[in-house]
Nanobody, 124 residues
Framework: QVQLVESGGGLVQAGGSLRLSCVSS????????MGWFRQAPGKEREFVSA????????YYEDSVKGRFTISRDNAKNTVYLQMNSLKPEDTAVYYC?????????????????WGQGTQVTVSS
């Protein structure tokens, strides 16, 4: 069983930065891809970024390209999302998710395990 715990959310002014972390309890963390998703009030959960098993391949939703960076440390069973130049429209609950495959996907349905989420609020 894989359990994911996110941290690092908070309140930040527009233009600021936050770094989200997600720690996995799974023993085989290095064997599966990870993703970050977000859900704003009244909206559906959407893809933000994903990283393959060894960190070589990364993917981003268009609106966060150049501002967000996903990375992972397999020795620490942790995936990160560095968020820079934050905008009010980035306000959402951010979730990390594990896909039990080596390769990534942008589809929510491809991820089997989810964290509880961490709130990110960007003020204007």
């Amino acid at each position: 069983q894989v359990q994911l715990v996110e941290s690092g959310g908070g309140l930040v002014q527009a233009g600021g930065s936050l770094r989200l972390s997600c720690v996995s309890s799974g023993r085989t963390f290095s064997r599966y891809a990870m993703g970050w998703f977000r859900q704003a009030p009244g909206k559906e959960r959407e893809f933000v970024s994903a990283i393959n098993w060894n960190g070589v391949r990364t993917y981003y939703e268009d609106s966060v390209k150049g501002r967000f960076t996903i990375s992972r440390d397999n020795a620490k069973n942790t995936v990160y999302l560095q968020m820079n130049s934050l905008k009010p429209e980035d306000t959402a609950v951010y979730y990390c998710a594990a896909r039990m495959q080596l390769t990534t996907s942008t589809s929510l349905n491809e991820y089997a395990h989810w964290g509880q989420g961490t709130q990110v609020t960007v003020s204007s």
